[in-house]
């Protein structure tokens, strides 16, 4: 069944038999064929005009006219775009590519400024690039698939690069953004396009390709050169999958000093030793494949622990694969060989291709839960059975069998610290430093490792991951420098980095990089080890300066950053804090926050997101002056979110399930997809959130814990200096192992005055919405609301506070009136209180108060559709017209006027005009039952020909009125179709049964 997906040349013996000299032999030709691919790609990403010089860069913006000049002069497309290039190109191209004017819009000139999309136009019709470009170019730019628009159309721009129309070249790699991210697919190809396609379709020399060394799930590998040398001999290996057969040829031909594996003079992979890399490429290979660290910094034990389990032979098996057996992973197999053999009986496939999720739930129903990572600590008790930590598991199962059958009470945590003591793994010398996450638990510092177990005792029973490496950064001793100035993965002449969790790790085990300078070694071993990267928030108040980057309030500081790069990567100074008083506070006429989305097109001005709301306006103030178009939504994804990928403040909380990968805690989002992949490349779903939950509590400086001054059910808190100076107090130790509670947030209140949120800080939250800190960013309306409730402004800011707002004259951007534009439409519920339209929302209110007082809610929204004030001809809540498919069947009753059938409409209203001026009840359906024949023709709900209400029968309606008429307001069919089994349920749920 999985044979075909191997590829053909895979299957051909000679293959694996080929001398190294002949292997050499065949890659002669490579040179010329590199040649044509580095052309190739400087074509497709290049971005200047082709008719214009550049020193700088090679290529330009039209492929055809950029292939057909390097066709004749190839330095055009190694060394740079020089005068030469502009005459030939003015010899032998059109204008495509060299104009301002859009391919979408008509303009009176040729050609347009997509050069890739230009040339598919004018191949079509000459004339848009010798006459103009009008309404019939424009619609041949726009046919999805065959112009410049949707995935793989011939005219689309690189998904590399960002372009103007929707969709991009390469039909898979869009596919696979547009799955993730369909703004993509629908609007425009924007940056976020291009960065998730950095990530999700790595192409060669790309850092997020992997390393050509050892085999990875993707194709490509980080070195350019070697990668385009090893794909022309083998093109599966940038088609499908970077595999052991393309590391081997990477190994034995491209010369990198970091491919160390199956060196003979590396050491033995069973074998702890200084150098990278071992012996054995396959057993080598097989390791680096998991954990980077024995290819990047040494070959520690933890290596040949792994090593042991996994090189036993070479096709996985139960006896040396690795990978917990009650998760989905890429590999065969998994790490307990009793539930491994059990699974693989039911499902041989689980041990000969990939152990999927259905062998997962094979194991969750027929083992006995021993390493499950959703079983809990083994040293504390649970409800439910087994625990994570299989060894000591089974072991303590073995003597108490109910364990693993009933419940892990604190008669099995008793048993657990006797035969398998916490803390056993902590101060070994063959351990990693407490800074560097690793497989195996425990760390090398005896002292920190037992403290970090202290309150994350996972870090002692099952591995020393993201979560135990930040923690031991932020409680235990850390290297000079770290954090200081400087991009983890560029080279700097200054000791260290701004990313505080990467420094550590990269100068624990290459201490020079925090005492010297981060050369190009340290950026090698960052690209290796690191698990976060500077960036949003960081620590310190967006509007005061401080020596680190980035700053508390995610939205603001993404916004800064992306304007100024420094502000996240050296440190948060006078010029970021003006920046982020220019562009993260709105002006008074600006109506931020307003209803909509920041990232959906509406038709008011203004956003949701006030911070956002406001960066998106300084920008472009038309977003805050007319509408927030498709152009305001891709700035607010440019400018108001980070990178796609773990940490993205845009990605959705750890803790509640969503339909992309990743997560806003780029520790916790890292560590969950450590044990499951599939939550940053799927969908953080359910099992994303259990796994969160159980791996990320605890600890400080993680942002899913929460702010230090308001009380969670989080243990710990994100401000990692503050949290760490309240948990360093033996009396409140217990809020970062427990739960942050009241005291422990009136503790941060005192001990940490200088970060306490204070009222008008940039950043610090909307006077008019709900957060989980105190105070908020107006200083005037704060300082009014925490008059009359110092709760406001001593824990959190919650419903009360805004409730408070809208009383307060200070706070007039907080009021939400009838008619102002930013209480949003009268027909849809919502939480805040008014409506848009004036006469629709006073009629209403005077109704119901609450609309107007508390929150427009679906009570307030179902009185505005039937309210004579809102569903006039050019009221709030028109009605939809006689025949409209809007204004549903006839056949049954809905809460709006009219039906969806236009003769049997007017039959009805002239029976009863209140079916088509109020609303079309159950009388108005009885009378259509009677009288129309789309509803039967005299036959409907009530009517004696009709079966009974009880018993399934093909035609619709049944004998009781007031029950048939209710189960067809739940489902339609029941009064359309037929009266089948799921009508008979529905009438035996709402009508008792007769």
Not at 46 to 57: D, L, N, V
Not at 666 to 675: D, E, H, K
Request: hydrophobic letters at 30%.
């Amino acid at each position: 069944m999985h044979i075909a997906r191997m590829r053909f040349s895979r299957l051909i013996p000679s293959m694996r038999l080929l001398s190294l000299f002949t292997l050499v032999l065949a890659l002669l030709p490579t040179l010329a064929i590199s040649a044509t691919a580095r052309g190739q790609a400087v074509c497709s990403s290049s971005t200047h005009s082709c008719f214009e010089p550049s020193i700088i860069e090679a290529g330009c913006s039209n492929p055809n006219c950029c292939a057909t000049v390097c066709a004749i002069e190839p330095i055009c497309c190694a060394v740079a775009w020089d005068e030469l290039c502009v005459s030939l190109a003015a010899k032998f191209c059109t204008a495509c590519g060299s104009v301002p004017e859009s391919c979408f819009v008509a303009h009176g000139s040729g050609s347009c400024r997509d050069g890739a999309c230009c040339e598919v136009v004018c191949a079509i019709d000459p004339g848009c690039c010798s006459v103009a470009w009008d309404t019939h170019c424009v619609r041949l730019a726009t046919t999805p698939g065959t112009g410049c628009v949707g995935c793989g159309a011939p005219g689309a721009g690189s998904c590399k690069i960002t372009h103007e129309a929707a969709g991009c070249n390469d039909s898979n790699c869009c596919s696979t953004v547009c799955t993730v991210d369909s703004h993509c697919c629908e609007t425009t190809w924007d940056q976020i396009c291009v960065d998730w396609a950095n990530q999700l379709c790595p192409d060669c020399g790309n850092p997020n390709a992997g390393s050509c060394c050892y085999e990875h799930a993707g194709p490509y590998c980080s070195d350019a050169t070697c990668c385009e040398l090893v794909c022309a001999t083998d093109q599966y290996c940038c088609e499908d999958r970077w595999d052991f057969y393309c590391a081997q040829v990477a190994n034995n031909n491209c010369g990198l000093t970091q491919c160390t594996c199956g060196d003979p003079t590396a050491g033995s992979c069973k074998s702890a030793h200084a150098s990278i890399g071992c012996n054995d490429f396959r057993c080598c290979n097989d390791v680096c494949a998991v954990d980077g660290f024995c290819c990047v910094v040494e070959w520690d034990y933890t290596c040949a622990r792994q090593a042991e389990t996994m090189c036993a032979i070479f096709v996985p098996s139960c006896a040396d694969a690795y990978g917990s057996c009650y998760v989905r992973h890429n590999s065969a197999g998994c790490d307990e060989p009793g539930c491994c053999e059990q699974v693989c009986i039911i499902d041989n496939t689980c041990c000969t291709f990939e152990w999927d999720a259905g062998c997962a739930d094979l194991a969750a129903a027929h083992c006995n839960g021993c390493g499950d990572i959703e079983s809990e600590s083994c040293f504390y008790p649970h409800f439910g059975p087994s625990c994570y930590d299989p060894e000591c598991c089974d072991t303590v199962c073995t003597f108490d069998p109910r364990c693993c059958e009933l419940q892990w009470d604190m008669f099995c945590v008793i048993n657990a610290y006797s035969v398998c003591e916490i803390g056993s793994a902590c101060g070994s010398f063959l351990s990693r430093p407490c800074g560097v996450p690793s497989r195996i638990a425990g760390c090398s510092d005896a002292g920190c490792c037992s403290l970090i177990c202290n309150f994350d005792p996972t870090c002692c029973s099952r591995a020393w991951d993201e979560t135990c490496a930040a923690n031991a950064s932020n409680f235990c001793d850390r290297p000079p420098n770290c954090p200081n100035r400087g991009d983890p993965y560029l080279v700097h002449p200054e000791p260290g980095c701004a990313d505080e969790f990467c420094c550590t790790a990269v100068c624990q085990v290459e201490p020079y990089c925090c005492q010297l300078g981060w050369d190009a070694n340290c950026v090698y071993v960052a690209q290796g080890i690191c698990y976060s990267v500077a960036g949003c928030p960081g620590s310190g108040k967006c509007g005061v300066a401080h020596t680190t980057p980035g700053c508390d309030d995610p939205t603001c500081c993404n916004i800064v950053c992306r304007l100024d790069p420094v502000c996240c990567t050296a440190r948060w100074d006078v010029n970021c804090v003006a920046s982020a008083g220019l562009h993260c506070v709105p002006r008074p006429s600006w109506p931020c926050p307003c209803f909509g989305s920041c990232f959906e097109e509406h038709a008011n001005a203004g956003c949701d997101d006030e911070t956002c709301c406001a960066g998106v306006c300084s920008i472009d103030d038309t977003c805050c002056t007319v509408a927030w178009d498709a152009s305001c939504t891709a700035l607010a994804r440019i400018y108001c979110c980070a990178t796609p990928g773990c940490g993205d403040s845009c990605a959705g909380s750890c803790i509640e399930e969503h339909t992309k990968p990743n997560c806003d805690d780029s520790v916790c989002c890292t560590a969950v997809c450590r044990y499951d992949p599939y939550c940053c490349s799927g969908e953080w779903d359910t099992g994303c959130v259990r796994d969160a939950i159980e791996t990320c509590e605890g600890g400080c400086g993680l942002v899913i814990s929460g702010s230090c001054f308001a009380p969670h059910g989080f243990a710990g808190c994100a401000d990692a200096a503050c949290c760490t100076l309240v948990c360093d107090d033996p009396a409140f130790m217990y809020c970062c192992f427990m739960d942050w509670d009241q005291l422990c947030a009136n503790e941060a209140l005192l001990r940490c005055p200088a970060s306490v949120p204070d009222c008008g800080d940039i950043g610090g939250g909307s006077c008019c919405e709900v957060h989980a800190r105190p105070s908020c960013n107006d200083a005037s309306c704060c300082t009014a609301v925490c008059a009359v409730d110092d709760y406001c402004c001593t824990v959190e800011w919650d419903q009360a506070c805004v409730d408070i707002s809208r009383t307060q004259t200070a706070c007039s951007q907080c009021d939400l009136d009838c008619g102002d534009e930013c209480a949003g439409p009268c027909c849809e519920a919502k939480d805040t209180p008014a409506c848009s339209d004036e006469a629709c929302c006073n009629a209403v209110c005077l109704l119901d108060a609450i609309c107007c007082e508390v929150a427009w809610d679906q009570f307030c929204a179902m009185e505005a559709k039937i309210n004579p004030a809102c569903n006039g001809d050019t009221g709030a809540c028109p009605q939809p017209a006689c025949g409209t498919p809007e204004a549903q069947s006839c056949c049954y009753p809905h809460d709006n006027a009219n039906c969806s059938d236009e003769q049997c409409c007017e039959d009805v209203c002239v029976i009863d005009d209140y079916c088509c001026t109020i609303e079309w009840d159950n009388t108005c359906a009885g009378i259509a039952g009677d009288v129309c024949d789309v509803c039967g023709g005299g036959v409907g709900c009530g009517s004696p020909r009709t079966g009974g209400c009880y018993n399934a029968h093909l035609t619709p309606f049944c004998s009781d009125s007031a029950c048939c008429l209710f189960v067809c307001s739940v489902d339609p069919t029941c009064c359309s179709d037929a009266w089948d089994d799921a009508c008979v349920d529905a009438a035996l749920f709402f009508c008792n049964g007769g």
